[in-house]
């Protein structure tokens, strides 16, 4: 069992916790052993002053009767008080010592009888002890039996390695119960899962590696099992299905490739058959030159997004607003016959993101902006593209907004999916896959505002973005 291994931590702990709860039960234990052996000496004591009673002067008791009386009691002498007379009965030729320790049994505060069970323990053995009370039975008497605090060292010493060795048996035999039911319960059912985890992490198109939970387990380690079965199948059917895609797409672009070729040499072809003076032929070949040139830029764009790799960003401080206008010179907003450009964005709005990559979102929504409004030619009165941005809350919105028709509801629908977005006919739809992959890259979100006619978008950044 590995020191650092979960099996080992959990019956580690188990054994720490119970150790701790019996050095916890150990104290008031030892002190409740001290005051029952000091109870037993009073009890005897008492025995004593019964016999003591029975006797009109105890001065005269032959040492013969209380010798044994006082040794039985491990006792150098016993004093007995009551209604003002004190009488003495010690042992024959005892010097009687001048400095004693009291016990007196008749405060049974927990706290003092821990301390002074403590101090025995630990400085005791020396001593003599004062043990003052009144035994069952005397009545109004008050005994006090003076004798050496050794033997009471001695077996409490005895009593406390007797109580730890019992309180190492028990800690051991419960650890090791409670870690078989923890090894069966839950330490094996997470080793199992861990190993499939980290099997599977290593093969994870291996479909005999999704885990099979186990049907008689409804608790949260069944739940787990079952989540993790799920989600290993759903991720093994999603890398088949990626897989599969990407050995299509390469092939499509194999195909592609040549495809471009033939059709360049097709342009090239129809460029030499323009120059023909047939009125038939000058009639025709502008519309196959115009074709020729969307079918060559859709095949170099779907090349294009296959090579597209997207770098990690590298956040620096830029300008927002001489990005904004370097972004539409080269969309080809800047110069427009037709088309106004408004940038709106404060000067001094600076914010730290990968400049390059924020410039080619604002590149890839330009060109559709312009796009759309050249389409719609005379119909858009006083056609414009309106660049703003601001912090909005916890986070800044930049808004790219145009006064076009705006999108169709195909687009919409489809909105940020390859080959399928695009709001014009010949279209590739990836420019807007492209800058969201971009914006999502460097922590924002790229959204479609709900607005009536004209189309917004809204690039969302945190507002740690913001310089």
Not at 123 to 138: E, H, K, M, S, Y
Not at 193 to 210: K, Q, S
Not at 376 to 385: F, H, I, L, Q, Y
Request: cysteine-free; charged content about 25%; glycine content about 8%.
């Amino acid at each position: 069992m590995r020191v650092r291994s979960l099996s080992f931590k959990l019956i580690s702990v188990i054994a720490f916790v119970i150790l701790l709860v019996e050095v916890a039960v150990f104290f008031p234990s030892l002190a409740n052993y001290r005051a029952s052996w000091l109870d037993d000496r009073l009890r005897v004591g008492g025995v004593a002053v019964r016999v003591f009673d029975a006797v009109p002067d105890v001065t005269d008791l032959p040492v013969e009767i209380t010798d044994p009386l006082l040794q039985s009691a491990g006792a150098l002498a016993i004093v007995y008080r009551r209604a003002g007379q004190t009488d003495l009965i010690a042992l024959e030729a005892v010097t009687m010592p001048t400095e004693t320790h009291l016990a007196d049994m008749r405060d049974r505060n927990p706290l003092r009888l821990v301390v002074e069970g403590v101090e025995t323990l630990l400085f005791g053995g020396r001593r003599v002890l004062r043990i003052v009370g009144v035994p069952p039975g005397a009545g109004d008497i008050v005994v006090e039996v003076v004798m050496p605090e050794g033997p009471l060292r001695a077996d409490m010493l005895t009593y406390s390695v007797n109580i730890l060795a019992l309180g190492f048996i028990i800690a051991a035999v419960t650890a090791a119960v409670l870690y078989i039911f923890a090894e069966r319960l839950l330490i094996a059912p997470i080793k199992r899962l861990t190993g499939n985890v980290l099997a599977f992490r290593r093969n994870p198109e291996n479909g005999t590696l999704i885990i099979t939970p186990d049907p008689d387990r409804d608790d949260e380690i069944g739940v787990l099992e079952n989540a993790l079965s799920e989600t290993q199948a759903e991720l093994f059917s999603m890398l088949r299905h990626r897989r599969h895609l990407a050995d299509l797409g390469l092939a499509v672009a194999k195909i592609n490739h040549d495809l471009r070729n033939m059709l360049t040499s097709a342009q090239l072809l129809s460029d030499q058959v323009a120059t023909l003076d047939d009125p038939k032929v000058q009639r025709l070949a502008p519309r196959l030159v115009t074709t020729l040139d969307k079918a060559i830029g859709f095949a170099q764009t779907v090349l294009d997004y296959g090579r597209q790799q997207v770098t990690p960003p590298r956040p620096r401080r830029f300008s927002l607003h001489a990005l904004g206008n370097e972004a539409a010179q080269a969309a080809g907003l800047h110069g427009h016959p037709t088309i106004r450009f408004d940038n709106q964005v404060p000067e001094t709005l600076d914010l730290k993101l990968d400049p390059d990559h924020v410039s080619r979102v604002l590149v890839n929504l330009f060109k559709n902006a312009r796009e759309a409004l050249e389409v719609m030619g005379e119909k858009t009165p006083d056609p414009a593209v309106v660049l703003t941005a601001g912090r909005e809350g916890d986070q800044v919105r930049i808004v790219i907004a145009d006064n076009g028709p705006g999108l169709p509801p195909r687009a919409r629908d489809n909105l940020f999916v390859a080959f399928e977005g695009s709001a014009r006919a010949g279209g590739t739809g990836l420019g807007l896959a492209i800058a969201r992959e971009l914006t999502e890259a460097n922590g924002g979100r790229l959204t479609l505002l709900d607005t009536p006619k004209d189309t917004r978008f809204a690039l969302d950044f945190p507002l740690a973005s913001l310089v």
